[in-house]
């Protein structure tokens, strides 16, 4: 069972730029693919972004595709969300979590951290 605690949320200005860290515990992260969600006020939880067990195959929601980066550092057991260019509507609790292999869904979530972008 993989343990998950996200960091590196905060406040930040419209078009600014945040990186969020989700630190795995447990020998299995370098086996599983991971993937970052968010849940906004009064939302659904949503997909964001994924990346395959050895990081050579990511993939996004069309909402942040091109402002997004997920990356995974495998001997660190920590994965990366990088986000660039950030609006208000990307204002939510983000959470890292275990993909489900073949789907956008998650297992094994972290406690999630806040972003909030002003405009």
């Known amino acids: 069972q993989v343990q998950l605690v996200e960091s590196g949320g905060g406040l930040v200005q419209a078009g600014g730029s945040l990186r969020l860290s989700c630190a795995a515990s447990?020998?299995?992260?370098?086996?599983?693919?991971m993937g970052w969600f968010r849940q906004a006020p009064g939302k659904e939880r949503e997909f964001v972004a994924a990346?395959?067990?050895?990081?050579?195959?990511?993939y996004y929601a069309d909402s942040v595709k091109g402002r997004f980066t997920i990356s995974r550092d495998n001997a660190k057991n920590t994965a990366y969300l990088q986000m660039n260019s950030l609006k208000p509507e990307d204002t939510a609790v983000y959470y890292c979590?275990?993909?489900?292999?073949?789907?956008?869904?998650?297992?094994?979530w972290g406690q999630g951290t806040q972003v909030t972008v002003s405009s």
């Open positions: 979590a275990v993909i489900i292999t073949g789907t956008r869904q998650g297992r094994s």
């Open positions: 447990g020998r299995t992260f370098s086996s599983v693919g």
């Open positions: 990346i395959s067990v050895t990081g050579g195959y990511t």
